[in-house]
């Protein structure tokens, strides 16, 4: 099938973060399939921002794409729901809501599993059951809603760091254009095969040093960030804008 509007919403997987283009933008997953996708006529649209959750883009991306009539939507999202705090039941009814609502103006919607990021964070464990219940969420609602699934939580490239960022939660270049190659692959899109080649050796475990780095350079700054941000009634990704707001050729 030819698709001619794509809008991708999410949020800062979806925007791109850690696959740097050379001048300091953000390229990601989406825009890899942009760019199989293009074709005269084509028009791409990116809503996401980072920080936010399920429902804070439900009430602020899934409104601005319906007006788009895209004939092609991608969802990623949910692991600021998970981080937030939110019970399984609140991140299993977000999931819903938002499945519901996008397929229900988009002719073809793509949905995503999240990977379990406590395999490759120590003290995350605590996560797993949230992240379970969003993935159960996501694969119920793609069923019941007709949304494609791209389920990725089981992927063998989940326990290779080299298929992440620094911070280990976001995708790295390499991880954005594997997942890309997923979507590609679920719409039965042709695209570069090496986009899902296995990396060549063995990536080195992680060290105790390693780990002490993480947390000093990572997460330290991200906890005292979002402790002041609370302090002052401040959301994760207020501020920020909409990626790629309007329908526009790739170029």
């Known amino acids: 099938m030819k698709y001619q509007r794509f809008v991708a919403l999410g949020d800062s997987c979806t925007e791109g973060l850690d696959d740097l283009l050379p001048d300091g933008r953000y390229r990601g997953w989406a825009d890899r399939v942009a760019s199989v996708l293009d074709a005269p006529g084509f028009r791409y649209a990116n809503l996401a921002v980072r920080g936010r959750r399920l ?26 729901d998970v981080m937030s705090g939110a019970s399984c039941g609140q991140i299993a009814r977000r999931a819903d809501a938002m499945v519901r609502a996008v397929t229900s103006f988009a002719p073809t919607v793509a949905v995503f599993t999240l990977s379990d990021i406590s395999q490759r964070m120590p003290f995350a464990w605590r996560m797993r059951p949230r992240i379970e219940a969003l993935n159960d969420a996501v694969r119920v609602a793609a069923v019941r809603y007709g949304a494609i699934l791209v389920d990725v939580a089981d992927d063998e490239c989940v326990r290779d760091s080299r298929y992440f960022g620094p911070d280990r939660l976001h995708l790295s270049s390499l991880g954005h254009r594997r997942l890309a190659g997923h979507l590609l692959s679920a719409l039965e899109i042709p695209f570069d095969s090496s986009w899902m080649a296995p990396l060549d050796g063995v990536a080195a475990p992680a060290s105790l040093f390693d780990h002490l780095r993480w947390l000093r ?12 941000n609370k302090l002052i009634g401040r959301q994760p990704g207020d501020g920020f804008r909409a990626k790629r707001p309007q329908l526009l050729p790739l170029a």
């Open 55 to 80: 429902d804070q883009m439900l009430v602020e991306q899934v409104p601005s794409a319906e007006v788009l009539e895209p004939d092609l939507v991608a969802l990623f999202g949910g692991g600021n």
């Open 217 to 228: 350079d990572q997460v330290l700054p991200v906890a005292c960030s979002r402790s002041r």
